[in-house]
């Protein structure tokens, strides 16, 4: 059994997904469909120099999830179908259209406006990764401004919440003995309660998005599940910016046997060395690496 597994926003890179984009004709013709959506200059973005235009959320957004698609694309060109997909976080929407659930144009189409929303509806905040402690002591030291925004590892679980309320959580983390409290650059408290108004905005947009029963096996990271009824997943899409990411049950869930991070970086293959029982992820996020899989992996 082989997973697809897609990382999310701060996984993008400048150039990802060029030697793929200059190699292939066919998957070109994604970075060609997702440019035509999208209203500034999506090529230049991804393949210019402007590092802090990429990182935009309105850019960093569409552009990793058609480079996503666009890979995943290529491996089931060359025969490295998945038996299981998966996504972190912004990761999900790929991993539906790899998935067979949803067309690419409306998962651009979603995209863009999920990116919009997280930029517009931001309120103050912020988020922090915290290493050494279990999630259970981490929630117990929250106050009720901050909470759990992603079980990413037994020991690695991110906080999100208001600026004064970090600094507080923060304080009663180390007492308990958090090994690092990290502050992230992130441009709001993503992943909580304060993205409520956000999400009530995507929400409004799902209702004609047109989700099908997945051909592969998808595990929503919102759930930590399995998923298979597209009203399900149309939900938890929309309770994506207020729910925490439940990596570690995706994890746990997907019971693959090869996985592949498809996407730039490794991200998702460094979190699972540090999930027990976990298969260890290969990076899929270059046109070498993939086609080293090739060679290695059955079909």
């Not at 279990?134 to 992603?150: F, G, H, K, R, W």
Request: hydrophobic share 45%.
């Amino acid at each position: 059994m082989t997973a697809f597994l897609f990382p999310g926003q701060g996984s993008q890179k400048l150039g990802m997904g060029q030697d793929f984009y200059t190699h292939d004709s066919a998957v070109r013709s994604y970075f060609d469909r997702a440019a035509a959506l999208f209203s500034g200059d999506l090529l230049s973005a991804l393949f210019g120099e402007d590092k802090a235009a990429l990182n935009d959320t309105r850019v960093a957004q569409p552009a990793l999830l058609t480079v996503e698609v666009a890979i995943a694309q290529y491996l089931k060109e060359h025969g490295l179908t998945p038996t299981v997909c998966a996504g972190h976080s912004l990761g999900e929407i790929p991993a539906l259209v790899a998935a067979e659930a949803l067309p690419f144009e409306a998962a651009v189409h979603f995209t863009l406006e999920r990116a919009r929303l997280m930029s517009e509806n931001v309120p103050e905040g912020g988020m922090a990764a915290v290493m050494g402690l279990t999630p259970e002591v981490i929630e117990a030291c929250l106050p009720d401004s901050v909470q759990i925004a992603n079980y990413n590892a037994p020991n690695q679980t991110i906080i999100s919440g208001t600026t004064a309320g970090l600094e507080q959580a923060q304080t009663a983390l180390k007492e308990a003995g958090a090994k690092r409290v990290l502050p992230l650059r992130v441009s709001g408290p993503f992943h909580s309660q304060y993205m409520q108004s956000a999400a009530d905005a995507l929400r409004a947009t799902l209702t004609d998005i047109p989700l099908t029963t997945p051909k592969y096996r998808f595990v929503s990271s919102v759930s930590g599940r399995e998923e298979q009824a597209p009203e399900a997943i149309r939900k938890l899409l929309g309770d994506q910016l207020t729910a925490p990411v439940q990596w570690t049950g995706v994890m746990a869930t997907v019971q693959a046997q090869i996985a592949l991070e498809v996407g730039p970086g490794t991200v998702l293959k460094g979190l699972a060395s540090r999930i027990p029982d976990t298969p260890t992820v290969h990076a899929a996020g270059t046109l070498t690496q993939a086609q080293e899989l090739f060679h290695q992996m059955p079909r």
